[in-house]
Structures are given as structure tokens and as C-alpha cells.
């Protein structure tokens, strides 16, 4: 085996595919980057047997063939060599030479006999979208899974597809996060599968802003295909709780507030948080929100916006996290924020495209 390539395509491939490898792993081959070589491109495949990324670069290719390296050593050598030209090579015994300029470095590899094969999606059912809005949806929402192991069937995000529609949500139990896609898909394609935290967070990273990305649904396990980048994933088995009941109704009150004050006067009124003293109070007058919080022996914070509001006058708790993850998230100029009285959970209901639901807290 023997290909030549630039560090710049190299240490791409390899940053895009190494966060899949679990750095706990008690299997050796599964520290190891799987390399196979075509005609003109190298495949780079890092697995932790939850979840597989497949990366494809451009190179000029002596000879075909394949191998595995340790990922970490891999990388730290590719990172640390000068700018330019990489020739990659195989000798006897699975030595891997990597050359530069003016350097020579040996490593010893493995045969890919134990190397996980990742499943084939051929004659799938599948479905495709944009990136850019797949990253956007994911971006609304993921920030809400539930990171408690004892609830599994949080600690991902649901995809439900619909032939009209694309819904993802994730909730944690305290909040709860759900953006809809209007998306024509074939009528035999509905689906509803958990995906996990982890592929959830490398997509986030790998998706970017151009072209589309194919996902292909398997029995327990999920594809997603963007051309060069491929990540599979297995699924979380398990119902997820019944999420539309927890949404509240539309209420005719709103809060219509500037989505850029609102964040700015919660990060400023959170600095007074503490773990025993988690909740900002926020309190409703005609026209009028104030955000405050008092920390005894530290200090107080207090703040007041205009907003568009007619309701009763009301004060409410609420963690400034939960409020911070949604509103940064979120592009819209002007948010509408529905709250009813101080037992009821906030709601910011975006058109028929978003809703987030967040339980208030004791003041």
C-alpha cells in the first residue's frame, strides 16, 4: 500500500474521523484508524462500535491496499510534520512508514482482521436534506438531552419522519426542545428512532452549511451520508416518553421581547447563580420584564426591558441556563415567551416550526 497527499488533506481526514474512537476502549484495534486505498482515494474509518465515521480524501495513489494505525500516534506524527507533501506506505510486517520532508517516521500497524466492518446501507429506506437546516434543527434541540445515564432513552435526540414532515426532539425531563421540517418524503418511510448524544454531537460538527446529506435508516442503526463524510451510528432502543402531551396550549398572552436583550440580561443576572441557588426570578408587568437575582453574602443583580406584553402581572423562576440554551439557538429578532402564572412552564413557540418548553423553578 502506498499513497502520497498533502498534511493539510491528511490531518482533515484524521480530525474529522478520531473523535469516534473511544480513548477507554480495552480493545486494542478499536484505538486504530482503519486506512484503505482505491484508485484515487483513501478511506479513513474510526469506529467505538456505537458509532463509525468513515472519512474520503483525494490522493495520488501508488498502491492499493489497507491497514490500521494507531490514531493517536497517527495524528501527533501527521501534525508535527512541516507543511507540504506526505508519503504514506506499507513494508513487510504492517511497518508504516510516513515520509516528509526530510523526515522519516516508522510506526507499527495492524492487519484490519479485527477491524469492526460497518453495516451496508444498500437498499435502504432513506430520506434527504439540506445540511445546513439539518445542523440548524440539531443546533435548536440537542442542547436539551438528558445527560443522566439511568434515563437512556434521553440521552439522544428523536428523529420522527413523517411523508410531510421532519420532527426532531429532546427533552431532559425539566425542559423540552422540538423543531419541525416540512420535508416530502416517499409514504412508506415513516420512521421514529433515537440517536444518540455522541453522533448527534459529531454531525453537529461535520454537517457545515453546503450540499445535502442522505439518511438511510437499518434495523438498529442509522446512516448519514454527505458525499466525502459518512457517519453510522447504532440507535437507542426504547419509547421515548410521550412529548406532546407535555406541550402546553397556545396561550393568547405573550411576552414579545428582543431576542438579543433577553440573552444578554439572563447571562448578566446568571452571574449570581449558584448550584444551592440556581433560579432568576423574572417578573411580568404591562410592558415591562425585570430579571433579577439576589445572592446572599455575594450580591444582586437587577434588570429591566421593555417588551410587548398586556398580561397580569406575574413573577416567575427559572434556571437562566435552560433560557440561554434556547434563545442563543434561535434566529429570530423578536421571541414570543408564553407564561401563564408561576406553576406553569415557559414556553418559546416559534410558528408551527419550534417549541421549547421549560418548567419553572422556586423562587
Known amino acids: 500500500m502506498k ?3 498533502t498534511k493539510e488533506i491528511l490531518i482533515k481526514g484524521i480530525q474529522e474521523v478520531q473523535n469516534a474512537i473511544n480513548p477507554k476502549t480495552t480493545l486494542p484495534i478499536l484505538s486504530n484508524i482503519l486506512i484503505e486505498t482505491g484508485k484515487e482515494t483513501v478511506s479513513l474509518t474510526a469506529t467505538d462500535l456505537d ?15 489497507v491497514i490500521t494505525v494507531p490514531a493517536k500516534k497517527f495524528f501527533d506524527i501527521i501534525k508535527e510534520l512541516p507543511d507540504g507533501e506526505v508519503a504514506i506506505s506499507v513494508k513487510k510486517n504492517n511497518l508504516v512508514y510516513i515520509e516528509s520532508i526530510g523526515c522519516v517516521f516508522k510506526i507499527m500497524g495492524l492487519p484490519k482482521d479485527e477491524f469492526p466492518q460497518l453495516p451496508d446501507f444498500k437498499d435502504k429506506d432513506s430520506i434527504s436534506m439540506q445540511r445546513a437546516r439539518l445542523k440548524k434543527m440539531l443546533s435548536m434541540t440537542s442542547f436539551a438531552i438528558s445527560r443522566d445515564e439511568t434515563r437512556y432513552v434521553l440521552n439522544g435526540v428523536l428523529f420522527v419522519i413523517k411523508p410531510t414532515y421532519i420532527r426532531i426532539v429532546a427533552t431532559d425531563g425539566r425542559r423540552l426542545a422540538m423543531v419541525e421540517e416540512k420535508n416530502q418524503s416517499p409514504k412508506t418511510h415513516e420512521k421514529k428512532v433515537i440517536i444518540p448524544a ?8 461535520l454537517l457545515g452549511d453546503e450540499g445535502e446529506v442522505r439518511i438511510c435508516f437499518g434495523n438498529n442503526q442509522v446512516l448519514f451520508d454527505m458525499g466525502s463524510t459518512k457517519v453510522v451510528s447504532r440507535l437507542i432502543e426504547g419509547e421515548f416518553p410521550n412529548y406532546e402531551q407535555v406541550i402546553p396550549k397556545e396561550t393568547k398572552e405573550k411576552v414579545l421581547i428582543t431576542r438579543a436583550k433577553f440573552l444578554s440580561a ?32 455575594i450580591g444582586e443583580a437587577r434588570e429591566e426591558i421593555g417588551v410587548d406584553y398586556k398580561g397580569k402581572d406575574l413573577a416567575i423562576g427559572f434556571n437562566p441556563d435552560y433560557l440561554i440554551d434556547a434563545l442563543k439557538n434561535i434566529n429570530d429578532e423578536m421571541v414570543p415567551f408564553e407564561v401563564a402564572d408561576a406553576e406553569k412552564p415557559g414556553v418559546i413557540r416559534i410558528g408551527s416550526e419550534y417549541v421549547y418548553v421549560v418548567l419553572p423553578m422556586q423562587i
Open 3 to 5: 499513497f502520497d497527499t
Open 198 to 205: 455522541k453522533t448527534i454531537t459529531e454531525l453537529v460538527k
Open 266 to 297: 439572563t447571562k448578566r443576572a446568571a452571574l449570581f447563580t449558584n448550584p444551592d441557588s440556581l433560579a432568576v426570578k423574572v417578573e411580568l408587568a404591562k410592558d415591562k420584564m425585570v430579571l433579577s437575582k439576589n445572592a446572599p453574602y
Open 51 to 65: 458509532i463509525g465515521i468513515v472519512s474520503t480524501i483525494t490522493v495520488k495513489t501508488g498502491s492499493e491496499g
